[in-house]
């Protein structure tokens, strides 16, 4: 049996966020867990593997052996705060540091970042005002630290886990913060493990903007129900009007439940 602990409050507010939109929330899973059931490959959780979860404001980790999961682990560091690394380096907003973040973010070098420019709007967003120009080496400067930093961690809790039994375990990188340009190569560096991106295998379907490492997570909920056998389960709201009760006394419960 495996107990992953959190903070309550958080736990909550987020089936709160579900259920106002008229939705029961039936069950409460890891996402690094999840996103391993859509992204690892057979031999990969029998020879050993750990999956990266890099969200927003969280870093999520579960490790696989022997067919099993068989540690989870994370911590408060993710996409959200490079973003923010990134908007206090360029003196720019929030939502014009997260775009150039997408868009031009790495963290990797090359010859000719020094030459490539790009543009950073103006804090107060004054179409009068010019727009400052920087380097990509410039992004790269910012980013990094930051990643290294999340890197170092998760290469500390690995080292606690039973991963430090695995020295051939590969690790296996998702979440939308994954998708920043030579991440897996500093991830490999920084771990001393062979490194890759996961995106969701085998589930047939899936539009292709939701086929990226940022939906991995996503795609992995789809198969939970039928590895936690609960496919076939009933949902707690719509029992009693399922086996019967006519469909005025349907119409008012829902009206209840939803209003």
Request: aromatic fraction near 6%; include cysteine.
């Amino acid at each position: 049996m495996h107990v992953v602990t959190t903070d309550l409050s958080v736990a909550r507010n987020l089936m709160l966020t579900v259920e106002r939109c008229h939705l029961d929330v039936e069950a409460m899973v890891m996402s690094s867990y999840v996103a391993g059931l859509s992204v690892l490959a057979d031999d990969e959780a029998d020879l050993g593997a750990a999956v990266i979860d890099m969200g927003a404001g969280t870093t999520t980790i579960a490790v696989f052996t022997g067919g099993q999961f068989v540690h989870a682990d994370g911590f408060a560091l993710g996409g959200r705060h490079v973003t923010m690394d990134l908007a206090r380096g360029l003196h720019a907003r929030v939502p014009d540091a997260e775009r150039i973040k997408t868009l031009y973010g790495s963290v990797l070098t090359g010859g000719s970042d020094e030459r490539d420019m790009i543009a950073v709007p103006p804090v107060d967003n004054d179409e009068m005002e010019a727009p400052q120009f920087v380097s990509r080496a410039s992004l790269v400067s910012f980013i990094k630290p930051r990643v290294e930093e999340i890197f170092e961690m998760v290469r500390d809790r690995l080292a606690a886990s039973p991963f430090a039994a695995e020295p051939r375990g590969r690790v296996v990188l998702t979440g939308g913060a994954s998708q920043l340009t030579g991440l897996s190569g500093l991830a490999a560096q920084v771990l001393g493990r062979p490194v890759r991106i996961g995106r969701p295998l085998g589930t047939a379907g899936l539009p292709e903007e939701a086929k990226g490492p940022a939906f991995a997570a996503a795609a992995g909920m789809l198969v939970y129900p039928q590895v936690a056998h609960l496919e076939h389960f009933e949902p707690r709201r719509t029992r009693h009007s399922l086996t019967g009760g006519g469909y005025i006394a349907r119409v008012g419960r829902w009206l209840r439940e939803s209003f």
